[in-house]
């Protein structure tokens, strides 16, 4: 299946939240991660990426928003491929192409909550246990993280929250 990958615009939004209610039901809006984006996360829509099928319906999306724990960074989540285009490696691209995005303005780290053996790909891995945390329950195992830059997380500490202004 051809894709594209483009930044996330105002114009997906409706398509984003179908293919996120598809891939998670509505559980999603019970996960840890949630926390971290309803207490002020800023989303980033020209480093959060969308996929588009041939026809340029969205089929998939990574999102990146803006937090703080300590230091300013980025997180990742929801990252999310509609059922009918899973297993095809359009979420990895998804990820890698929002990662590209963060590192061209400079970013320090993204962290995200999510199966290290998938993202271990695109460089992330478990962050040092008790270094960061969420507003909420996560197993530690889950927490990851990735520098974008040398040094990138010498600062980061804490819960992640919202950036300061």
Same mark, same amino acid.
């Given at each position: 299946?051809?894709?594209? /990958?483009?930044? &996330? #615009?105002?114009?997906?939004?409706?398509?984003?939240?179908?293919? /996120?209610?598809?891939?998670?039901?509505? @559980?999603?809006?019970? #996960?840890?991660?949630? =926390?971290?984006?309803?207490?002020?996360?800023?989303?980033?829509?020209?480093?959060?990426?969308?996929? !588009?099928?041939?026809?340029?319906?969205?089929?998939?999306?990574? =999102?990146?928003?803006?937090? *703080?724990?300590?230091?300013?960074?980025?997180?990742?989540?929801?990252?999310?491929?509609?059922?009918?285009?899973?297993?095809?490696?359009?979420?990895?691209? !998804?990820?890698?192409?929002?990662?590209?995005?963060?590192?061209?303005?400079? @970013?320090?780290?993204?962290?995200?909550?999510?199966?290290?053996?998938?993202?271990?790909?695109?460089?992330?891995?478990?962050?040092? &246990?008790?270094?960061?945390?969420?507003?909420?329950?996560?197993?530690? #195992?889950?927490?990851?993280?990735?520098?974008?830059?040398?040094?990138?997380?010498?600062?980061?500490?804490? *819960?992640? @929250?919202?950036? #300061?202004?």
């Amino acid at each position: 299946m051809a894709h594209t /990958l483009v930044a &996330e #615009k105002p114009e997906h939004a409706a398509a984003i939240e179908r293919v /996120l209610d598809r891939a998670f039901g509505p @559980g999603r809006f019970a #996960k840890t991660s949630e =926390r971290v984006r309803e207490r002020g996360a800023m989303l980033e829509p020209w480093l959060s990426r969308v996929a !588009l099928d041939s026809e340029g319906e969205v089929i998939g999306v990574c =999102r990146i928003w803006r937090v *703080e724990a300590g230091a300013p960074l980025y997180f990742l989540g929801p990252l999310a491929v509609d059922p009918a285009a899973q297993a095809a490696g359009l979420g990895l691209a !998804l990820v890698r192409d929002a990662i590209a995005a963060c590192r061209s303005v400079g @970013g320090s780290g993204i962290a995200l909550v999510g199966a290290e053996r998938f993202f271990r790909p695109a460089g992330f891995s478990v962050a040092p &246990e008790g270094r960061i945390g969420l507003p909420g329950p996560v197993d530690p #195992k889950r927490l990851l993280w990735l520098e974008l830059r040398p040094g990138g997380f010498d600062k980061v500490r804490g *819960e992640i @929250g919202a950036p #300061k202004p």
